[in-house]
């Protein structure tokens, strides 16, 4: 996702995961985890409805084979970096979406309960603007519990 001008002059637009897995941490320890859950779900549907909007997906629909590799381009290594999406695949009413390295998931133990809160509700946001529909977002496996 290029962007002609960055929001700091020194630092540049990006910061730290370990910056952000703070704000995770004291968010949940602030309201708890299910409200900080719903939090930051809608956080990140805000982020991805922005991303889908500047990225001109709006309304493609999931088979349009660019929503893929731009998506890759502006929240991949070339872009924001919060996470890999490797594939997006609709059966039905179901859209599964495969991401991998998320930033909620970074430098988490093997096991762990951690939700990726934020980056599902970017990929959510995405994917309402994408559809024109609202959906609802739910995090079927972790590669920290085993999954693939």
């Given at each position: ?21 703070a ?21 990140g ?9 500047q ?12 929503i ?11 872009g ?32 762990s ?20 529909k609202?959906?609802?977002?739910k ?6 519990r085993?999954?693939s």
């Amino acid at each position: 996702m290029s962007n002609t001008s960055q929001i700091r002059n020194e630092l540049g637009d990006f910061s730290s995961i370990v910056c952000f897995k703070a704000v995770v941490v004291g968010t949940e320890e602030a309201l708890g985890e299910k409200a900080a859950a719903i939090a930051l779900i809608s956080a990140g549907r805000n982020r991805g409805k922005q991303v889908a909007e500047q990225l001109g997906l709006a309304g493609k629909g999931i088979a349009s084979a660019e929503i893929v590799p731009q998506l890759q381009a502006a929240l991949g290594k070339d872009g924001t970096r919060l996470c890999i999406i490797d594939k997006i695949v609709e059966s039905g009413e179901t859209i599964s979406v495969y991401c991998r390295e998320t930033i909620c998931s970074a430098g988490e133990p093997q096991g762990s309960p951690r939700k990726l809160t934020f980056t599902l509700g970017a990929v959510q946001g995405v994917l309402e603007k994408v559809t024109g529909k609202r959906l609802r977002g739910k995090q079927t496996e972790s590669v920290l519990r085993g999954g693939s």
